[in-house]
C-alpha cells in the first residue's frame, strides 16, 4: 500500500510540475546518454587534505592560499612532540598551499611535517584590509636607549590649530626617574602639544602657556607594555570635557587634574613636526609600538574595540597611522594617505616581539588571536575557506528535469570559532537562498554524517526557519528528532523567502537573496575538535513538496533516517542502497551538485551543459581536463547568455 501511495504522489507531483513548467526538455534522458562517465566518478569539486603536524614547542598553524588571502585552517600546535592532524576540505583547482608560510604542493594522500617555522618568527605576510602593502605576521617596534635617539614624524598638519584630535600608541618605558617626553608637536614649550613623564607623574599640556595642562600619577612605573590614547575636544563644557587620557582600553578615562583652562583650539604650530620620544633633560627610554592619530576626539567604545587592533588605511578621520612593522631600516611608513613617514634618530632601534601581546592570556598572541579579548575564543576556521560554497538541485527527482540546476540554489559558508586548545566553540551556518526555480513547495536541510555521538546531546541549534512543522526537533538541542546523526533543517518552506520562479528567468523581478544564520553552541560533553564535527562530510539536502521523507541529496550520499526508500529506482533513478549508491541515473548522472564558491547558475530550462561549455569534458576526463569549468571566465569556458545575470 504505502508503495502504491508514493507512486501516487509522486505522479500527482509530476503533473502538478509539467502543468506549470510550460517547456520542460524532457528529451534531456537520450541527450545525456551518449556522455561517457567513469562509474567511479563522484562529481565532487572539492577533495579533503591533511597535514600531520609534529612539532617540539607550542606554536600557531596558518594553513593559506598562495597569496596568503584565503585561510584553511588557524589554530595552535601543542608542542611536546605530538602530532596535530589538520584536514581541510580544499578546491580541486588548488595544488599547493602555505604552511606557515612555506609551499606545500598537495599530494593525494596525507602529509607529514616535522619541521614548522613559528608563525611569529617567519610567517607568511599577508595582505591587510586596506589592500594597498604587505603586513608581516612578526610584531615589531621601537627601542630607544635613552641616549639622544627620537622619530621624527614629520608636520603633522591636523594637529595645528585643531579642535578635535585623538593621539593613541603603546608604551613600555623603562626608565622612569626623570622629565621623559614620550609626544610633542611644536618647538616652543609654551605653544605645544606634549605627553611627558617627570618621574611619578604624567602631563599632558594643550599649547598656549605651559599651566595649561592635565597630570596624574603616571600608570607607567611597572615595566609592562601599557595603551594611551588622548583625546582632545576644543568644544567640550569643561577641562574633563576637552582633555581626557584612557589607558588600556578602558572605557573611563584617568582622572586629571588641571592647570588653567585647557583651550578651544591648538596652536598653529604650522612647519614644527612631531616627535616621539624627544629629550627633555632626560632621554625617553624603554619602547613604542603603533602610534596613531586622529583629527576626531575618539570614542571610549571606539577605543575599546580598536586599541589592539591593526587599522585599515584608509579608515574615516585616521590621519596617520604608523604600525611599526617593517623590521629593519631607519623608517616607518605611515599607512595613511598623508604619508607622514617617519625617520629615525640617534639610537632608535628596531625591538622584535618573539611573542605579540595576549590580552586575554589564553596562550595566543593578539596578532593572529581571532578574539583577543576573549579567553574562550581563539580562531575563526572556514568552510570553503576561499568563498560563499552554493548547492544547487534539480528536484523532479527521480525524474529527469530540464537540468539547469536552479530548482534550488543555496549559498553557504560554515565558520566554526575555537579555542586556544582547537575545541570548538561555536559554529555559524550561515546559508543564503539565492533562487528559487521550482513550482513545488521544498524545505532544505543537512546532516552531519561524520560527527561524534557526542554531539547528538551536547549542542543547541538555534537560528533555522521553520513555519510548516515539517520536522521535529529536540526541545533541548534542536536537533531533528529520530536521526542517528545531527539533522539540522534549516528552512521548511523555501517559497517564505523566494516565490516560484525567482530569481531564474530574466524576464521576472529580481529578488534580493535571503540570508539565514543557524548557530550551533556546544553545550557541554566533550572536548570536540573540528574534526568531530566533519563539516567538510556535510550531507546537505532537499526535501520536496512538503514531504520531509521525500529527500533529494548529493551523488552518492546516503539519505537520512527520515527519508523513505520506495522512491529509489522509480522513473529515472538508479540508486542501488545495498551498493551505497544513490542518487544517480544508469549513466551516472546527479540531481544536485555542491561547488566550492559562489556559483553563476544556468537560466530557466537552460541544461548546464549550454551554459558551461566544459562541463562533459571535465566528467568524462574523470576531472583531468577543465577543474576549473565552473570558475573560469576566460573566453570558451561558458555561455554568458545562458547564465542568470545576477544585478
Not at 549513466?587 to 566544459?614: G, K
Request: proline share 4%; aromatic share 12%.
Amino acid at each position: 500500500m504505502k508503495y502504491i501511495l508514493t507512486l501516487g504522489i509522486l505522479s500527482l507531483i509530476l503533473v502538478t510540475a509539467c502543468n506549470k513548467r510550460t517547456k520542460i526538455k524532457q528529451e534531456i534522458a537520450s541527450n545525456f546518454e551518449g556522455m561517457q562517465i567513469s562509474e567511479d566518478f563522484d562529481w565532487r569539486m572539492s577533495r579533503l587534505v591533511t597535514f600531520s603536524i609534529t612539532h617540539e614547542v607550542p606554536t600557531i598553524v596558518k594553513v593559506t592560499s598562495l597569496n596568503g588571502q584565503d585561510t584553511y585552517f588557524s589554530g595552535k600546535h601543542p608542542g611536546n612532540n605530538e602530532t596535530l592532524d589538520v584536514s581541510m576540505s580544499v578546491p580541486n583547482t588548488v595544488n599547493s598551499l602555505l604552511l606557515n608560510g612555506e609551499q606545500v604542493d598537495l599530494a593525494p594522500t596525507k602529509q607529514s611535517f616535522s619541521s614548522l617555522n613559528n608563525l611569529y618568527v617567519e610567517g607568511p605576510k599577508l595582505e591587510d584590509m586596506s589592500g594597498d602593502r604587505e603586513v608581516n605576521l612578526v610584531n615589531y617596534g621601537l627601542s630607544f636607549d635613552g641616549i639622544n635617539d627620537n622619530v621624527n614624524l614629520g608636520d603633522i598638519a591636523q594637529l595645528n590649530s585643531a579642535t578635535t584630535f585623538t593621539i593613541e600608541g603603546w608604551i613600555n618605558q623603562t626608565d622612569v626617574t626623570a622629565g621623559e617626553i614620550i609626544f610633542k608637536k611644536g618647538n616652543n614649550p609654551l605653544f605645544s602639544i606634549i605627553m611627558k613623564t617627570t618621574g611619578s607623574s604624567l602631563y599632558i599640556y594643550v599649547n598656549k602657556v605651559n599651566t595649561y595642562y592635565g597630570s596624574v600619577v603616571t600608570p607607567f612605573t611597572d615595566g609592562d607594555w601599557h595603551h594611551w590614547a588622548i583625546v582632545y575636544d576644543g568644544n567640550g563644557a569643561s577641562n574633563a570635557d576637552k582633555l581626557k587620557l584612557y589607558i588600556d582600553g578602558n572605557t573611563t578615562p584617568l582622572v586629571l587634574t588641571f592647570s588653567g583652562i585647557i583651550p578651544e583650539e591648538t596652536f598653529n604650530n604650522i612647519g614644527t613636526n612631531g616627535i616621539l620620544a624627544a629629550g627633555d633633560g632626560t632621554q625617553f627610554t624603554g619602547s613604542m609600538d603603533e602610534v596613531r592619530i586622529w583629527d576626531v576626539a575618539r570614542t571610549p567604545t571606539e577605543i575599546h574595540d580598536f586599541y589592539n587592533q591593526i587599522i585599515a588605511s584608509p579608515t574615516a578621520n585616521l590621519v596617520a597611522n604608523w604600525r611599526m612593522d617593517e623590521g629593519s631600516g631607519t623608517t616607518t611608513a605611515d599607512e595613511t594617505s598623508s604619508n607622514y613617514d617617519a625617520t629615525f634618530y640617534g639610537g632608535t632601534a628596531w625591538l622584535e616581539f618573539p611573542n605579540a601581546w595576549d590580552s586575554d592570556g589564553d596562550g595566543v598572541d593578539d596578532l593572529t588571536d581571532d578574539y583577543p579579548l576573549d579567553d574562550t575564543r581563539a580562531f575563526d576556521n572556514f568552510f570553503p575557506a576561499a568563498d560563499t560554497g552554493t548547492v544547487v538541485y534539480e528536484d523532479i527527482w527521480p525524474c529527469y528535469g530540464d537540468y539547469d540546476f536552479n530548482d534550488l540554489v543555496m549559498g553557504y559558508q560554515f565558520k566554526t570559532v575555537t579555542n586556544a586548545s582547537n575545541e570548538v566553540v561555536e559554529i555559524f551556518g550561515t546559508f543564503i537562498t539565492r533562487a528559487n526555480g521550482a513550482v513545488l513547495i521544498n524545505g532544505f536541510g543537512f546532516e552531519l554524517p561524520a560527527a561524534d555521538a557526542g554531539v547528538l546531546s551536547n549542542v543547541v541549534v538555534t537560528g533555522y526557519n521553520h513555519t510548516q512543522g515539517h520536522s521535529t526537533i529536540d526541545g533541548t538541542t534542536h536537533l531533528e528528532i529520530s536521526q542517528t546523526n545531527p539533522v539540522i533543517v534549516v528552512v521548511d518552506r523555501v517559497n517564505d523567502f523566494l516565490g516560484e520562479y525567482t530569481n531564474t528567468d530574466p524576464a521576472w523581478p529580481y529578488e534580493s537573496p535571503v540570508t539565514t544564520i543557524v548557530k550551533i553552541e556546544v553545550t557541554g560533553g566533550g572536548p570536540f575538535l573540528t574534526s568531530d564535527f566533519s563539516l567538510d562530510t556535510w550531507n546537505p539536502f532537499l526535501f520536496i513538496n512538503h514531504s520531509r521523507d521525500y529527500e533529494l541529496h548529493l551523488f552518492d550520499h546516503v539519505p537520512t533516517d527520515l527519508a523513505n526508500s520506495y522512491f529509489f529506482g522509480l522513473c529515472d533513478d538508479r540508486s542501488v542502497p545495498l551498493s551505497n549508491e544513490y542518487y544517480r541515473n544508469e549513466t551516472s548522472l546527479p540531481w544536485a551538485l555542491d561547488f566550492p564558491v559562489r556559483f553563476e547558475y544556468p537560466e530557466e530550462e537552460v541544461d548546464i551543459r549550454d551554459a558551461y561549455l566544459h562541463f562533459v569534458e571535465w566528467a568524462e576526463s574523470d576531472k583531468v581536463l577543465y577543474t576549473d569549468w565552473y570558475s573560469n571566465t576566460a573566453a570558451g569556458y561558458r555561455n554568458a547568455a545562458n547564465i542568470y545575470p545576477v544585478p
